[in-house]
């Protein structure tokens, strides 16, 4: 279908709006229609509607484990850590625990702030990844770089514990390893400068044996000196948005006309 083939097209490019609309106009029953229509949702931040959208998803023409995985990404970016959690224990009932599933799991548990346990869901994750990149015959390049994600999460855990010396060191180190993916990158950066900043207040605050100083504002006002706060974020959950793998070569056909 052309429309599909063009929703794909602009699903791909990131042009997320104009590809709802080609979506509109396929068929409903169509091929991949529907789980297109959930990613594209998940891209435009529209996470309560994708999670409905995978939700309707037939399980048994969907694989389970990534339809598991992708609403429960949706229903955590939502807001709604405890039911994404449940969607994920309720399959892993069904089918084996895939690393997305566990690590999205962990994802959820960070959410609702449960860091011992997050601790152990990261590492069951870790490990269950670890396990099948070495069954599907990946580089130790290729590991070492996929798992600096989960380096990172523990690290804003034990941040978020009080523990920043380790998460400092957690945060410098994955940022050695000059990690592929922009966004780890940029959410570790973000962290260790909250470290180093709070590190740097605490230090000033020590030293001056005072509290805050005071400056005098534009009309004489005694004001408080307020320095920048950044504040830690946790990296989200993954969400599989390269599915649909039949309609590649007619896709790219269609993204001429786009």
């Known amino acids: 279908d052309n429309h599909f083939a063009r929703a794909y097209v602009l699903y791909r490019l990131?042009?997320?709006?104009?590809?709802?609309?080609?979506?509109?106009?396929?068929?409903?029953?169509?091929?991949?229609?529907?789980?297109?229509?959930?990613?594209?949702?998940?891209?435009?931040?529209?996470?309560?509607?994708?999670?409905?959208a995978y939700k309707a998803l037939d399980a048994d023409v969907v694989d389970p484990g990534e339809l598991a995985a992708n609403r429960a990404a949706a229903l955590c970016a939502a807001g709604e850590s405890e039911?994404?959690?449940?969607?994920?224990?309720?399959?892993?009932?069904?089918?084996?625990?895939?690393?997305?599933?566990?690590?999205?799991?962990?994802?959820?548990?960070?959410?609702?702030?449960?860091?011992?346990?997050?601790?152990?869901?990261?590492?069951?994750?870790?490990?269950?990844?670890?396990?099948?990149?070495?069954?599907?015959?990946?580089?130790?390049?290729?590991?070492?770089?996929?798992?600096?994600?989960?380096?990172?999460?523990?690290s804003y855990v034990k941040q978020r514990m009080g523990q920043l010396d380790a998460a400092l060191e957690g945060y410098e180190a994955a940022l050695r390893a000059k990690p592929s993916d922009a966004e780890v990158a940029a959410v570790a950066s973000n962290n260790l400068f909250a470290v180093r900043g709070r590190e740097s207040n605490m230090f000033d605050t020590a030293k001056k044996g005072k509290g805050p100083q005071l400056r005098r504002g534009s009309r004489g006002q005694a004001d408080r000196a307020a320095a920048p706060r950044v504040r830690p974020q946790p990296l989200p959950p993954r969400a599989l948005h390269e599915q649909g793998q039949g309609v590649h070569g007619g896709a790219e056909q269609a993204g001429e006309g786009v």
């Open 14 to 52: 990131n042009r997320q709006v104009e590809a709802l609309e080609a979506l509109e106009k396929c068929p409903k029953n169509g091929g991949g229609v529907a789980e297109l229509r959930a990613q594209v949702l998940y891209r435009l931040g529209r996470y309560t509607d994708s999670a409905q």
């Open 83 to 154: 039911a994404a959690e449940k969607v994920i224990t309720a399959t892993a009932l069904m089918v084996e625990m895939t690393p997305d599933m566990a690590y999205n799991r962990a994802c959820c548990v960070i959410e609702r702030g449960d860091w011992k346990e997050a601790l152990s869901a990261l590492d069951e994750a870790e490990a269950l990844f670890t396990e099948q990149a070495v069954e599907h015959g990946e580089t130790e390049e290729e590991v070492a770089d996929d798992k600096i994600v989960y380096q990172v999460q523990r």
